[in-house]
C-alpha cells in the first residue's frame, strides 16, 4: 500500500469514533509449515489409513501452535494490536490457530465463532460443556513424536460422560459445541448495536468465500446502512467491494498478514 493511503488509514482509525475488525481465512496460520518437518512427514506415513490415531493430527497441530511462534503472525497482531491501541474495538476472526488471544488484544473485545485449540469437547456434544485438553495426552503424543513412545501406546481422549472421542472445540468435530463462543458473540452483536449511525471504520483481513455470512455479508450490510461507516477490504483475491458502497471502502489487493506487517 503507497505511504499516502496507510497515512489515509491511521487518520481514519484515529477519527472513527468505533472500529469494527474481521479476521477470515486467509489469515489463518499455514499448517503447510508443519508438514515440511521430516518426523511429521513420518507420521503422516504411519498413520495413513489407521482411522483410530488420526487424532494426533490434531495434537501436532496445538503443539506447533505452542512451540512455535511464527515472526510473521507475531508481527501482523503485534501491528494491529498497536493500530487499535485506545480506540473502541471488536474483533470477530475466523481463525482457528487461537494466535489472536496471544496478540496482547483484549479477549474481551474478541469472538471467534470457529472455536480452536483453547478447550475440548465431546465430539457429539452430550452435555454441552467444554474441558480442559488432557495434559497426559498431550504429553504422550509429544513423546511419540520425539520417539520415545510407540504409537501402539498412544490413547485417544474420551468424554468421560459417555465415552465418545473429545475434540477440540472447533468446526469439524460431528456436533460443533457453540457454547465455547455464544457467550462472547452476544457481547459482540450488543456491541454492534452502539455503531448505529456513529462513525465506524471497518477493517476486513482476508475474509473470502468459506463463510460469508458470518463477516463478508454482515459487514457489507453495515456499510449499507451506517452512511458514516468505511470499510477497508484487504485479500489477495477477493478484495473487490460492492458498487453500493461507493468512495465509502478502499479494496486492497494484498495478502492480509503481509499488509500488517508493513503497516507500522
Known sequence: MESNRLKEL???????????????????????ALTEEARYREIEEEIAGREDYSWIVSFLQKMVLLQKREDQWRCAYHNLKSLLASKNYFVISLCMDDYIFESGLEAGRIVTPCGGFRRMQCDHNCSHVLSDMPQESYEAVLQYYRKELPLEAMREPICGTCGEKLRFNQLGVTRYAEEGYLDQWNVYTKWLQGTVNKRLCVLELGVGMAYPTVIRFPFEKILFYNQKAYMYRIHPSLYHLGEEIGDRGLSVRENPVDFLCGLI
Open 10 to 32: 491511521h487518520r481514519r482509525i484515529d477519527e472513527a469514533e468505533l472500529v469494527l475488525v474481521g479476521i477470515g481465512e486467509a489469515f489463518q496460520y499455514d499448517w503447510g
